[in-house]
Nanobody, 117 residues
Framework: QVKLVESGGGLVQAGGSLRLSCAAS????????MRWYRQTPGKERELCAT???????NYVDSVTGRFTISRDNSKNTVYLQMNSLKPEDTAVYYC???????????WGQGTQVTVSS
């Protein structure tokens, strides 16, 4: 099994930065794909950033150039560095691990990010 625990959320002013962390435990494979999603009330969960096992990163247009996803394999931890934050970035952010071989998606519990104007 896989357990994901996010941390690093909080309240920040517009233009500020936050770094989210996602600590993974359990059976972690180097072929796993890591993702960050976000969700606001009444809306579907949105995929923000993806990091493949090969190190390729992809972002939704709204965060491109401001967010960076990275991974420290020695710590089994994935990060989301968020810069130039905007009020519309306010959401609960979820870490997810995609086990490609089984097409299974594991979720963390989420961490709240609030950006004040």
């Amino acid at each position: 099994q896989v357990k994901l625990v996010e941390s690093g959320g909080g309240l920040v002013q517009a233009g500020g930065s936050l770094r989210l962390s996602c600590a993974a435990s359990g059976y972690i494979f180097n072929t796993d794909v890591m993702r960050w999603y976000r969700q606001t009330p009444g809306k579907e969960r949105e995929l923000c950033a993806t990091l493949t096992s090969g190190g390729s990163a992809n972002y939704v247009d709204s965060v491109t150039g401001r967010f960076t996803i990275s991974r420290d394999n020695s710590k089994n931890t994935v990060y989301l560095q968020m810069n130039s934050l905007k009020p519309e970035d306010t959401a609960v952010y979820y870490c997810a691990l995609l086990r490609v071989s089984r097409d299974s998606l594991f979720w963390g519990q989420g961490t709240q990010v609030t950006v004040s104007s």
